[in-house]
T-cell receptor, first 115, second 111 residues
Framework: ETGVTQTPRHLVMGMTNKKSLKCEQH?????MYWYKQSAKKPLELMFV???????ENNSVPSRFSPECPNSSHLFLHLHTLQPEDSALYLC??????????????FGPGTRLLVL | DAKTTQPPSMDCAEGRAANLPCNHS???????VYWYRQIHSQGPQYIIH???NNETNEMASLIITEDRKSSTLILPHATLRDTAVYYC????????????FGTGTRLTIIP
């Protein structure tokens, strides 16, 4: 138990569906991240939020839409996904003290299958 | 360009020390060496990090060479639950640099 929870753990969706992934951290951190891990590929950073503001968007298609309503919660809204978007989506949090960024704590991930 | 080089896979007997090497010959003075691991079907887990001194915690020891061009993660008494992919990451703790995961070393602990 890392203090970062993700729901759902597994999700199957069609290409026309809209779904949301949820992440919650109980560590008092002020930065949250979304990563994508496809089969046989390294983790790819998607989005970074610091103090509830998006500070990084790594050229992610607009069919992925993040939302950070407060420092403890992070969502990833999905719509009109493609089969190649099937992957493990990981959330992480850290205490970002500006120039001194601490280590990241990861959730268990949501395994997404797009049919 | 990858900042680190790791062997793709290693085996280690249960109960023995697992020594995982990492080369980072282009590391700069303000970059730390981080180690994470990812057990199958789980998110990555932080293990340890260091700048130039050797570090030890309840999970592992990190040995960094004097020239800082390579390091070794040591799991002193490997158990079957240590089977995972181990990532060595070089990262500055200043500015906006984020963790960049490579392909890591797949460590298999043999009973």
């Amino acid at each position: 138990e890392t203090g970062v929870t993700q729901t759902p753990r597994h999700l199957v969706m069609g290409m026309t569906n809209k779904k949301s992934l949820k992440c919650e951290q109980h560590l008092g951190h002020n930065a949250m991240y979304w990563y994508k891990q496809s089969a046989k590929k390294p983790l790819e950073l998607m989005f970074v939020y610091s103090l509830e503001e998006r500070v990084e968007n790594n050229s992610v298609p607009s069919r992925f839409s993040p939302e950070c309503p407060n420092s403890s919660h992070l969502f990833l809204h999905l719509h009109t996904l493609q089969p190649e978007d099937s992957a493990l989506y990981l959330c992480a949090s850290s205490q970002d003290n500006g120039p001194n960024q601490e280590t990241q704590y990861f959730g268990p991930g949501t395994r997404l299958l797009v049919l | 360009d990858a900042k680190t080089t790791q062997p793709p896979s290693m085996d280690c007997a249960e109960g023995r020390a697992a020594n995982l090497p990492c080369n980072h010959s282009t590391i700069s003075g303000n970059e730390y060496v981080y180690w994470y691991r990812q057990i199958h079907s789980q998110g990555p887990q932080y293990i340890i990090h260091g700048l130039k001194n050797n570090e030890t915690n309840e999970m592992a020891s990190l040995i960094i060479t004097e020239d800082r061009k390579s390091s070794t993660l040591i799991l002193p008494h490997a158990t079957l639950r240590d089977t995972a992919v181990y990532y060595c990451i070089v990262k500055s703790n200043f500015g906006n640099e984020k963790l960049t995961f490579g392909t890591g070393t797949r460590l298999t602990i043999i009973p």
